[in-house]
């Protein structure tokens, strides 16, 4: 997670447990969570809530899982109430096929069949191609990061993007299920 | 009620269409073949002049029924009638064959609706043996057509290849 | 509509299968053509495409052969196509072309199809 948004925002992110950090992420459902957050409020310059609730107050939340694009949406609100530092560009980026990688590429990496599908007929960003097929994010930007190193996608900003969801939920939507089975049958499921 | 599915397999005499279902078909694939003539005659004995007909049988009862087309462009009919139902299409291209491009031009332009409506992949063959065009020019030229398919090299010879194409092919439809 | 094909091959045809017009006043048109479905030679009523058809045919009799065999048929004699006005009869001459006859419903079946065996034949002998 780190690296991605390090990736994201530009700058390098280094995870500490230092006194003074300049952003906090606290665990409101951890034992001592009252505490850890009324020291995170002293000390940090800025404090972002995580929870498996929706969170109640103002201060910036997550509600579990962390996804990248919430942690940086709550970035750029906790800094954007500080007023001191640039606002974090948000990062979304829509992905276009290019064109389809080598037959061998595809072959020493099928998932990459499902990823080039979702993005044949037009541009996607990474949180909507996760809509499309059962992929966990963070493999997902991996396997663009390699078209994209391979001239098979291109990538433009996108000025805001939906989160889909405090939680970023990925919502996978039923896949014909005669692909499923003509997959399995030709032994590629 | 076990249901049937159709993908139609495409592109100029001679290519493999009929040997690309028989590589993936459970049954022996029924075939509708005559003596060449011509030019034809030089590169195959029999071709394909009604159809080509394989299946897959699938978990369930359902099955998928492969369908290959006769490639001369005289038997245009015959693609009219067999792309109806179908849920998408396999265009293979022979790189050995004097105008490839020219080839892609023909089966994407007469197959534009069906691919507007579903989908389809281009299986490029023989591109080992003479490596030009090279794939780039296949994306370039399907840009002037104004459509995105995957363009693979393929053995059609191999299950294997068979499958990626189909693989590829049912990635776009479902998205 | 007459088609001569400049080759010697398609006047022999043409000479063993125009008689057929003689004594059947039903039969309206004519055809030879390859076994892959090129029109060889041909005698059609104004309107009837040649290439078109010489496909058709090449396509009616190989479907026909290949259920055939599916019924557990063999040695396809003719493939014939009644409909409501006209028959299509298509046969092979040899392995190498195909003999369709197109004639109106008033037309006897059986003579059609003795006269177009005959007639197929006879081009066999000259083209081969």
């Known amino acids: ?165 405090r939680n970023g939920g990925v919502a996978v939507p039923k896949r014909p299920k005669l692909f499923d089975k003509l997959r399995t049958r030709l032994g590629i499921g | 009620m076990d249901r049937s599915y159709k993908f139609l397999f495409t592109g100029p005499p001679g290519v493999g269409k009929t040997t690309a279902i028989a590589a993936i078909s459970d049954i022996e694939p029924v075939t509708t073949e005559m003596k060449s003539s011509g030019e034809l005659a030089n590169i195959k004995e029999m071709t394909t002049t009604a159809l080509d007909f394989g299946e897959l049988k699938l978990q369930g009862g359902d099955v998928v029924r492969l369908y290959g087309t006769p490639g001369q462009r005289r038997f245009q009919f015959m693609w009219e009638l067999l792309l109806e139902g179908a849920l998408g299409v396999v265009i293979l291209i022979d790189n050995m064959r004097e105008d490839p491009l020219g080839d892609l031009d023909i089966y994407v332009e007469n197959f534009s609706g069906l691919i507007a409506e579903t989908g389809a992949v281009v299986g490029l063959t023989r591109s080992d043996v003479k490596p030009e065009p090279g794939i780039d020019a296949f994306y370039e030229r399907l840009q002037t057509h104004n459509v995105m398919l995957p363009v693979l090299e393929c053995d059609i010879r191999r299950r294997d290849d068979v499958s990626l194409l189909l693989d590829a092919l049912i990635s776009t439809i479902e998205n | 509509m007459s088609k001569r094909d400049n080759n010697p091959m398609a006047e022999i045809a043409a000479d063993a299968l125009e008689p057929l017009f003689d004594g059947m006043s039903g039969l309206y048109g004519l055809m030879l053509a390859s076994a892959d479905g090129e029109p060889k030679w041909a005698r059609l009523r104004d309107g009837m495409e040649e290439d078109r058809l010489a496909a058709m045919a090449s396509s009616l009799v190989a479907l026909s052969e290949t259920m055939a065999k599916a019924a557990d048929q063999r040695l396809s004699e003719f493939a014939i196509v009644q409909n409501s006005d006209g028959y299509v009869v298509s046969l092979r001459i040899g392995q190498e072309y195909l003999l369709s006859a197109f004639a109106r419903r008033d037309t006897n079946l059986g003579m059609l199809l003795s006269k177009c065996q005959s007639a197929a034949d006879h081009a066999s002998s000259k083209l081969s």
Request: aromatic letters at 4%; glycine letters at 4%; charged letters at 20%.
């Open chain 1, 1 to 165: 997670m780190v690296p991605l948004v390090g990736r994201r925002t530009g700058f390098e992110w280094d995870v500490s447990h230092t006194p003074d950090p300049d952003v906090a992420l606290v665990d409101i459902d951890a034992q001592a969570a009252e505490h850890a957050l009324s020291e995170a409020c002293a000390f940090a310059r800025a404090v972002i809530t995580v929870s498996a609730k929706e969170g109640e107050s103002e201060r910036p939340h997550i509600t579990r899982p962390v996804r990248s694009w919430n942690l940086l949406d709550a970035l750029n609100s906790a800094l954007r109430q500080l007023g001191e530092l640039p606002p974090i560009t948000n990062g979304m980026c829509a992905y276009r096929l290019v064109r389809w990688p080598s037959t061998a590429t595809l072959r020493h990496d099928p998932r990459l069949i499902r990823v080039c599908g979702a993005l044949n007929s037009h541009p996607q960003s990474l949180q909507s191609i996760t809509q499309h097929i059962a992929i966990d994010p963070e493999e997902l930007e991996t396997l663009l990061s390699l078209l994209e190193a391979a001239a098979c996608v291109s990538k433009t900003e996108l000025a805001r993007t939906p989160t889909g969801g």
